[in-house]
C-alpha cells in the first residue's frame, strides 16, 4: 500500500510474519486443498494463461504448488522433516518474486480451472490466499494498491468526489430527459423507501455515462421505484483482488450502510463481474453478519421487467449480428448465466453464441485486478488471444457483455488483435431496444 516497503528492505521476521499469516488464512478446507492436487496437469488446457504463452509457470497446478510448497515447508509435519522428499520451499525473497510474477501476474482468478479440475480443487480460492499473504507483506503491485487505496481514502477507485458525482448524475438526467422527451424522467438521489439503490462501476459516471443512463432509461421505462446515494455508489471492490480482506470489508460495509441509510428492499448491482461476487457472495463472509435487503444484479432485475411486460424492447433497433462474453464472477463463479441471454434475445435481433459459452466460457483478461497492474500490460493483451479468437469464430459484429472490466479488456483486444468490432454493454443493447410508452405500474 502507501509506502509500502520494497522487497529488498524486507527482514526476516517480515517473512516469518508472513508464513503465519499463511496459517491464519487457511481453513480446513483450504488444507484438503493443498494435500489434493496430483499434478496430473488437465488444468493446464483451461488456462488462457498457458494457451497462449506455453510457460509451465502459467499452469494453474504450478500456481497452485507455489503455495503447496510453503505450506509444507512451514505448516506441514512431513514437509518439515523431509523437505526434500515434498518439495517444501524456504518462504524467502526469491519464493516471494515468483508469488508476485504468478499469483498477481498469471491469474484472474477466473475459476476455469476449478471448474475442470479432476479433484475439484478451488485453485483461486488458494492463489487469492497466496495474494492475501502478499499484501499483509505490503507487496501489492503498485497499480493494483493505488486502485484499493483510492477506494478506501475516498469511497471509490476512481476517486470521485461527492460534488462531482451529484453533478454528473445531474447531467445525466437532462440528457435522459432530452433522450426521452418526458420531463419526469429522473436520476433519483437519496430517496428514501425505494424498492432499490442501484450502485455503478466509477468507470461509468467517469468514462462510460451512456451506460448509467441506459439503465436509468429501462428504469424509467419500467416505472421503477430505485434511487442513488450521495455518500456511496462504487459497486467495485479492488481490495478482492489485491487479497486485503480488511479493505474489503470495510468497503462491502459501506454499501451495506449505505443501503441501509436510505432503508430500502434491495441492493441492485451494475454490470460487474466482481462486484457482484463481491458484493452478493463475499461481503457476507467478509462482514459476518446479515443484511435486511436484497442483493441482485441489475441483469436479473431488467430480466423480471422484461417477463412482467413492464417494458418492450424491438429488437429490430439491434440488426447486427451479437454475441455474449461471459464474465468470470458473474457466470462461473456467481451464477448469473441465463438473464443476460434473456435480455439480448429480447433485445437483438440476430444473437450467437461463442464456443464454449456460459460456465465454460473463457475468460477475457481483464479480471483478477490486471487491468490496474501495467506491469502486466503485455502478458494481459497476449493472453487475450484464446477470447479473441472465440470473438472471430462467430463472425459477430457486435460484443456485449455485463461487466465493465470485460468491456475496457475487450476493448483493448478489439484493437490489438484487429477484431473489427463494437463492444457494449447488454444494458446498452436493451436500452437502444426500449419501446418508450407510458411507464407501467408494479414495484421494483
Same mark, same amino acid.
Given at each position: ?6 522487497? !529488498? ?48 509457470? &502459467? ?67 488458494? +492463489? ?21 487505496? %483510492? ?22 438526467? !437532462? /440528457? ?58 462504487? +459497486? ?23 443501503? !441501509? ?7 441492485? %448491482? &451494475?454490470?460487474? =463481474? ?14 459476518? /453478519? ?93 493472453? =487475450? ?34 477484431? =473489427? ?7 446498452? %443493447?436493451?436500452? !437502444? ?12
Amino acid at each position: 500500500m502507501s509506502g509500502k516497503p520494497v522487497l !529488498e528492505s524486507l527482514r526476516p521476521e517480515d517473512f516469518k510474519a508472513a508464513v503465519r499469516r499463511l496459517a491464519g488464512l487457511l481453513d480446513a478446507s483450504s488444507v484438503v486443498n493443498l494435500e489434493s492436487c496430483v499434478r496430473c496437469g488437465l488444468c493446464a488446457e483451461s488456462c488462457h494463461y498457458y494457451l497462449d504463452d506455453g510457460d509451465l509457470r &502459467s499452469i494453474p497446478a504450478a500456481k497452485l504448488n507455489l503455495v503447496i510448497r510453503v505450506f509444507k515447508r512451514y505448516l506441514s509435519p512431513g514437509g518439515r522433516i523431509l523437505r526434500g522428499w515434498t518439495g517444501a520451499r524456504d518462504f524467502d525473497a526469491a519464493e516471494v518474486r515468483e508469488w508476485i510474477d504468478s499469483l498477481y501476474g498469471r491469474c484472474t482468478l477466473c475459476g476455469r480451472c476449478a471448474l475442470n479440475c479432476t479433484m475439484g480443487i478451488n485453485i483461486p480460492a488458494i +492463489v487469492r490466499k497466496g495474494r492475501g499473504v502478499l499484501a499483509s507483506m505490503g507487496l501489492v503491485p503498485d497499480g493494483l494498491s493505488s486502485t484499493v487505496d %483510492l477506494a478506501r481514502d475516498t469511497g471509490n477507485n476512481m476517486g470521485i468526489s461527492k460534488v462531482e458525482w451529484v453533478e454528473t448524475v445531474a447531467w445525466l438526467e !437532462e /440528457e435522459l430527459q432530452a433522450e426521452t422527451g418526458d420531463p419526469s424522467a429522473r436520476l433519483p438521489m437519496d430517496a428514501r423507501g425505494a424498492d432499490f439503490l442501484y450502485l455503478v462501476n466509477p468507470r461509468e459516471p467517469k468514462f462510460y455515462p451512456l451506460t448509467l443512463t441506459a439503465a436509468a432509461k429501462i428504469f424509467h421505462a419500467a416505472g421503477a421505484s430505485w434511487t442513488l446515494s450521495s455518500d456511496f455508489f462504487d +459497486v467495485t471492490n479492488y481490495a478482492f483482488f489485491s487479497g486485503d480482506d480488511s479493505i474489503a470489508a470495510l468497503i462491502s460495509r459501506r454499501a451495506k450502510e449505505a443501503a !441501509e441509510k436510505l432503508d430500502v428492499k434491495a441492493l441492485v %448491482l &451494475s454490470e460487474c =463481474g466482481h462486484g457482484f461476487g463481491s458484493n452478493r457472495w463475499e461481503a457476507p463472509e467478509w462482514l459476518a /453478519e446479515k443484511t435486511g435487503f436484497e442483493v441482485k444484479s441489475v441483469l436479473q432485475v431488467v430480466t423480471g421487467y422484461i417477463r412482467e411486460g413492464r417494458i418492450r424492447l424491438d429488437p429490430a433497433r439491434n440488426a447486427k449480428t451479437v454475441t455474449l462474453h461471459d464474465p468470470c464472477r458473474l457466470v462461473r463463479m456467481g451464477g448469473i448465466v441465463e438473464e443476460q441471454r434473456f435480455i439480448l434475445r429480447q433485445a437483438v435481433k440476430d444473437f450467437i453464441e461463442m464456443t464454449p459459452n456460459r460456465e465454460q466460457n473463457y475468460c477475457c483478461g481483464g479480471g483478477g485486478g490486471q487491468l490496474s497492474m501495467t506491469d502486466y500490460t503485455a502478458r494481459r493483451r497476449s493472453a =487475450g488471444r484464446t477470447k479473441s479468437e472465440q470473438i472471430r469464430r462467430t463472425q459477430a459484429r457486435v460484443v456485449a457483455t455485463p461487466c465493465h472490466n470485460c468491456l475496457d479488456q475487450l476493448a483493448e483486444l478489439n484493437k490489438h488483435h484487429k477484431l =473489427g468490432v463494437v463492444v457494449k454493454s447488454v444494458l446498452e %443493447l436493451a436500452a !437502444e431496444a426500449v419501446v418508450l410508452g407510458p411507464p407501467r405500474t408494479g414495484g421494483g
